[in-house]
């Protein structure tokens, strides 16, 4: 069976070790910071306006876009509390039907 390779979670780990670091990412790299730095990017208001301009590059669709919304609030909430949202669905879903039989759901 072959397993899908993860770029984006191999690309978020070079960047934390600092090695490794492709081209691409190093590209997207600088044309995000200097974007932040000529609009003065500062506050945490303007990062989740951020989020919403690449968002629209990227043309996600609002479906899409919410589906982003609620992994970051899923990992805020796990950050802060160690609470698993995903667990927690999937375990009431197992309860009510009895058919997920421990599936995680796809956000």
């Keep these: 069976m072959n397993k899908k390779i993860d770029h984006t ?3 978020i780990n070079s960047i934390i ?3 490794n670091i492709i ?3 190093e590209q997207l790299s600088k044309a995000l910071k200097k974007y932040v730095e000529l609009r003065k990017i500062d506050n945490s208001r303007e990062r989740v306006q951020l989020i919403f301009i690449i ?3 990227l043309d996600w669709s609002e479906d899409e876009f919410n589906r982003v919304m609620n992994r970051l609030n899923n990992v ?3 950050a802060s509390t160690g609470i698993d949202i995903d667990q927690i669905i999937n375990q009431a879903l197992a309860q009510i039907d009895g058919t997920n039989n421990g599936k995680s759901i796809k956000h």
């Design 9 to 11: 979670a191999n690309d």
């Design 17 to 19: 070790a600092n090695e």
């Design 23 to 25: 081209p691409e990412v």
């Design 55 to 57: 968002g629209a590059l």
């Design 76 to 78: 805020l909430i796990k």
